[in-house]
């Protein structure tokens, strides 16, 4: 089991940003894919960001696209998740989960593409708000 430690969440006011820190210990995460998901009360978890282990590419909802920028630095055993524009409906815990796979699984076409089954192993966290 890879144990992965999300950081960086918070309270932010409406048009803030955040970044989001994934990382994991005694394990290299350069060569899987990371996704990030989020969960608010009462909804089910969705996806909101990957990024596959080469060249890289990322993914996003296009709902999403254009204010999360997902990202990694394999030197420093890191995927990022930088927030911009936040908004309310943006709350939520924020979860990074690890592909054991090289690149995303991507669903085109459909509401949700990124699915939290084709992921392995997740981390505990991070608590998002965004409120006035």
């Known amino acids: 089991q890879v144990q992965l430690v999300e950081s960086g969440g918070g309270l932010v006011q409406p048009g803030g940003s955040l970044r989001l820190s994934c990382t994991a210990s005694e394990f290299s995460l350069g060569g899987y894919a990371i996704g990030w998901f989020r969960q608010a009360p009462g909804k089910e978890r969705e996806g909101v960001a990957c990024?596959?282990?080469?060249?890289?590419?990322?993914y996003y909802p296009a709902s999403l696209k254009g204010r999360f920028t997902i990202s990694r630095d394999n030197a420093k055993n890191t995927v990022y998740l930088q927030m911009t524009s936040l908004k309310p409906e943006d709350t939520g815990v924020y979860y990074c989960?690890?592909?054991?796979?090289?690149?995303?699984?991507?669903?085109?076409?459909?509401?949700?593409?990124?699915?939290?089954?084709?992921?392995?192993?997740w981390g505990q966290g991070t608590q998002v708000t965004v409120s006035s």
């Open positions: 990024i596959s282990s080469s060249e890289p590419t990322t």
């Open positions: 989960a690890l592909e054991r796979a090289p690149r995303c699984t991507w669903y085109s076409g459909v509401a949700n593409p990124l699915r939290a089954y084709e992921y392995d192993d």
